[in-house]
Nanobody, 120 residues
């Protein structure tokens, strides 16, 4: 059974930093096509924040480019989201997603989320 578990959220002042972790179990992340971070603020749709492909390509939402960095550690089977220069608009629940394809089957797994609150 594949699981992804987020951690690292919390309360931070504007301009501060946090690092989120997404620990995967049940499947090595080098066998996962895409690992992504999404966020959802109250009353808003869930949106993609950053993603990393198995080959190493990354992509970011325009709103976080230059501030957030997604990375991975194969030894720890973990994906990270380093968030710098945080703004109140970054306040949201952050979710990790693992996605891969085997044959005609598309697999998606979500974590339960970790809350990030940016406030003075």
């Amino acid at each position: 059974q594949v699981q992804v578990v987020e951690s690292g959220g919390g309360l931070v002042q504007p301009g501060g930093s946090l690092r989120l972790s997404c620990a995967a179990s049940g499947r090595s992340i080098d066998r996962i096509n895409t690992m992504g971070w999404y966020r959802q603020a109250p009353g808003k749709q869930r949106e993609l924040v950053a993603a990393i492909q198995s080959g190493g390509d990354t992509n970011y939402a325009d709103s976080v480019k230059g501030r957030f960095t997604i990375s991975r550690d194969y030894a720890k089977n973990t994906v990270y989201l380093q968030m710098n220069s945080l703004k109140p608009d970054d306040t949201a629940a952050y979710y990790c997603n693992a996605q891969w394809v085997v044959g005609k089957y598309n697999y998606h797994y979500w974590g339960k989320g970790t809350q990030v609150t940016v406030s003075s």
